[in-house]
RNA sequence: UGCCCGAUGGUGUAAUGGUAGCACAAACGACUCUGACUCGUUUUGUCUAGGUUCGAGUCCUAGUCGGGCAGCCA
């Protein structure tokens, strides 16, 4: 069974964003909706970037447009091609089958092509279809030429000039939100000189700090980032994707909102804490008199879930610390841990579609994720029997060597159920769970002397509990009443109770890993100290018996271990001649909920 | 004591001047060869104070509370 339900996919959502867009498109402002996903290539991607990824591919999606993936690499201290390279997979994996038409991607090598449009300087690049062959995403540092270009027509322009302060001394003109700052002393340099500074900065004259590039705006501005921001400082550092080729290096401010021009963005949405750096975005495509439609930016507030944490400096520090294993550890909130556990890309979507997009930043309860993670497996898994912590269980009518075909569903909720041969034998493992010798009030499953049904088999009842020197259990005998087998004379007799269980003889080992919340408090990111938070059993490890048909189970496969929980063989470790299954989530469970529970 | 943004049940969100709705969570019940799924019922909400209006969650004013902004990070 395939892992992804494209069809699955909720009905197209509304919120504020979209409502712009479909205002601009019922105007037909723009010939095509154009947004984009710009992740700096400093880390792993993670469920708040999937938040905006299902956004910008969504309005792309919904309005026949396109979405460009943009590496956003202006700083090379902090990047490296692994995070690009892991980026791109996580993307691809989150939209697969859903908004793969809608990727803008440019030829391998591809740079905005220069050109004259009234007299006015121009750069543009066109995206390309994903299958139209050598293809790659857009880099920002790609755009370094025609960004150097316009930086120099903003010097031309009087819009901006070098500056000789130091950052600390920058730091210090730059006066404090509630006292204006004071002009550099090198804002009046002329044009002339400023071409020449600025030419030398790039041939690299200077050392790193020496001089920087700056808007000309305005130092007494109540924003901050209208206080002549720069917009180029000097880094001699060899950059992932330009190599050697530059010494100076665009800021974020500068190169974003040209990005998302030189690209034909329409819709440029990015998080909250943006939103002050908006009249800077336009300011300087508004300064430098452009002939295309120029982009906007709209803000929303990104994804905050409980017991979880985002902040890529507290995930690193879970990796370094080997509280978990990696980046993709199960446990990790990352694309690819999230993957590796199991959680299918619709169910990412789905939660995407259910907390919505608005300017309020506050935290959802992560049992919504858990529930579209239910919601997406329940119809998408294999039901299969497994026992995670056995107890022997003898059926004492049944001959040592008989086996008794029963036929098991593969998925109750499909439209026309597979089924399948599980083996009776007379020595069967239940979960230990399922057995009470002083079963607590409304224990439904086996007691001394009760009755409960074996799933898919038949109903026995408890005769004797066998124990050792001890006082542990051993084995549970039992009687099978053979009438009540499916298709039997008594196949509808009523129990209250029935259990999952395997044949002794026939069910394979398997290692499983229980895998729980990483952390035990709902907001771990309240306080610095955030790893006092972990949950000490947010992973146990187990060997358990599973029933033999999933000798062949594949990481592209998803099960649901009936009474249990969702569970998908290890990607990384599961081979055929040692299976490991992740377990992705349990199943709900009303009895836990209530109280006098067993552990699970 | 600067600027920007926000505030609707426990949580997230809808209602675009006209019956406060949905989802999750919780509780109870029905069904059940998964204590799952499904179905039904229930609890809980417009930050405060003024104003405009026949009518305000929605518009205006002031306040309260929360978030963001002073990287040569993004």
Redesign the pocket.
């Known amino acids: 069974m395939s892992v992804e339900h494209p069809e699955s996919a909720p009905p197209a959502p ?3 964003i979209r ?1 712009i867009v479909a205002q601009h498109v019922a105007e037909k402002r723009y010939a095509k909706i154009v947004t984009r996903f ?1 992740p ?1 290539p400093n880390g792993y991607l993670h469920m708040g970037h999937a938040k905006s990824i299902c956004l910008n591919f969504g309005i792309a999606r919904e309005n026949g447009g396109q979405c460009n993936l943009r590496m ?1 690499d ?2 090379p ?2 990047e490296e091609v692994e995070y690009v390279d892991s980026i791109i997979a996580d993307v691809r994996w989150l939209i697969f089958g859903w908004a793969d038409d809608c990727l803008g991607f440019k030829p391998k090598g591809a740079a905005p092509v220069r050109n004259e449009s009234n007299g006015k300087l121009d750069f543009y690049l066109a995206p390309v279809p994903l299958d139209s062959g050598n293809t790659e995403p857009f880099f920002a540092s790609d755009n370094f030429d025609a960004l150097y270009a316009y930086a120099v027509v903003l010097i031309q322009k009087g819009h901006a000039y070098v ?1 000789d ?3 600390k001394e ?2 210090e003109y ?1 006066g ?3 006292k204006p700052g004071r002009d550099s002393p090198h804002r009046t340099r002329s044009a002339t000189e400023n071409l020449d500074l600025f030419q030398r900065m790039r041939a690299g004259e200077f050392p ?5 590039l700056r808007a000309k705006i305005d130092m007494a501005s ?4 209208l206080r002549d ?2 917009l180029y ?3 001699h550092t060899t950059h992932h994707h330009t190599g050697n080729k530059w010494c100076i ?1 665009p ?3 500068y ?2 909102c040209l990005s998302d021009y030189l690209e034909g963005i329409t819709h440029s949405v990015c998080t ?6 908006r009249p800077l975005y336009d300011w300087i495509l508004g300064a430098l008199d452009l002939p295309r439609a120029l982009p906007h930016q709209y803000e929303f ?1 990104k994804l905050n879930l409980s017991y979880t944490i985002f902040s890529k400096r507290r995930l690193l520090q879970l990796v370094q610390d080997k509280i978990v294993s990696s980046w993709d550890d199960p446990r990790m909130p990352t694309l690819s841990g999230a993957r590796r556990r199991g959680i299918p890309a619709s169910a990412i979507r789905r939660l995407a579609t ?12 992560v ?2 994720y ?2 579209a993670v ?2 997406e497996l ?1 119809a998408l898994a294999l ?1 299969r029997l497994a026992v995670l912590r056995p107890v022997k269980l003898v059926l004492t009518n049944i001959p040592p060597d008989e086996t008794i075909a029963c036929e098991a569903v593969d ?3 499909a439209e026309n159920p597979v089924k399948r041969k599980v083996a009776l034998t007379r020595e069967v493992f239940i979960e230990s769970d399922d057995f009470a010798e002083v079963p607590p009030p ?4 086996l007691k001394p002397g009760g009755e409960v ?1 074996l ?4 109903i026995i009842q408890c005769d004797e509990v066998v124990k050792d020197a001890t006082g542990a259990i051993t084995e549970l005998r039992c009687t099978a009443d053979l009438t ?3 298709g039997g004379p008594n ?2 007799k ?1 129990v209250k ?4 269980w395997v044949s002794a003889t026939e069910s394979i080992d398997a290692e499983v890993r229980l895998y729980d919340r990483l952390f035990t408090v709902a907001e771990p990111g309240a306080e610095e100290d955030f790893k006092k938070f972990i949950n000490p059993h947010s992973l146990e490890v187990i060997v358990a018996k599973l029933e033999p048909s999933l000798k062949g189970a594949q990481p592209s496969d998803r099960f ?1 271990f ?2 249990l929980g969702y569970f998908v063989p290890d990607a990384k470790d599961s081979t055929p001649g040692k299976l490991v299954f992740n377990r992705t989530i349990t ?8 109280g006098p529970a067993p552990k699970k």
């Open positions: 509304s919120d504020f409502d710009p700096e956003d202006t700083n201290a902090k500056c302060l130091s950052p920058t730091e730059r404090s939100p509630d790193d700090g020496a001089r920087s109540p924003n901050i980032w921001p720069l400082r000097i880094r290096y800021l974020y401010d190169a974003h909250l804490e943006f939103e002050v750096h507030a259910a907390v919505g997009v608005t300017k309020y930043d506050g935290l959802t309860d049992a919504v858990e529930h239910r919601e329940n039901r998925n109750p909720q409304k224990y439904f499953r049904r799933k898919y088999a038949c009540t087998r499916s196949a509808d009523k109770g029935t259990i999952h649901q009936e009474r199943l709900k469970d009303a009895w836990l909920a209530k």
